[in-house]
Nanobody
Framework: QVQLVESGGGVVQPGGSLRLSCAAS????????MMWYRQASEKEREWVAT????????NYADSVEGRFTISRDNVQNTVDLQMNSLKLEDSAVYYC?????????????WGQGTHVTVSS
């Protein structure tokens, strides 16, 4: 079955950096775009970044453009999110995501999330 397992979260001061990683299994990783989302307390889940299947294309939310970098390793089946110049408002649970075709239509798959807290 499809599994997405995030890691790398933690507590960091404003201006600091963290690197999140997501290990994927149960599908042909190299064939699909991967996404990172985040959900802050009492807020809607929001999209953060996308990377295409062969990493030729990346896209970022305006709020993280220039500070976050998404990357992938199609041998290790991992997708990372390098987060620099972190701000208080980056605090959230970060989720790895993939959209896969199923017999009943496209389906979103999510990991369990990893907590990022930016605090002075």
């Amino acid at each position: 079955q499809v599994q997405l397992v995030e890691s790398g979260g933690g507590v960091v001061q404003p201006g600091g950096s963290l690197r999140l990683s997501c290990a994927a299994s149960g599908f042909t990783f190299r064939n699909y775009a991967m996404m990172w989302y985040r959900q802050a307390s009492e807020k809607e889940r929001e999209w953060v970044a996308t990377i295409s299947s062969v990493a030729a294309y990346t896209n970022y939310a305006d709020s993280v453009e220039g500070r976050f970098t998404i990357s992938r390793d199609n041998v290790q089946n991992t997708v990372d999110l390098q987060m620099n110049s972190l701000k208080l408002e980056d605090s959230a649970v970060y989720y790895c995501n993939v959209h896969l075709p199923t017999a009943s239509g496209p389906k979103h798959y999510w990991g369990q999330g990893t907590h990022v807290t930016v605090s002075s």
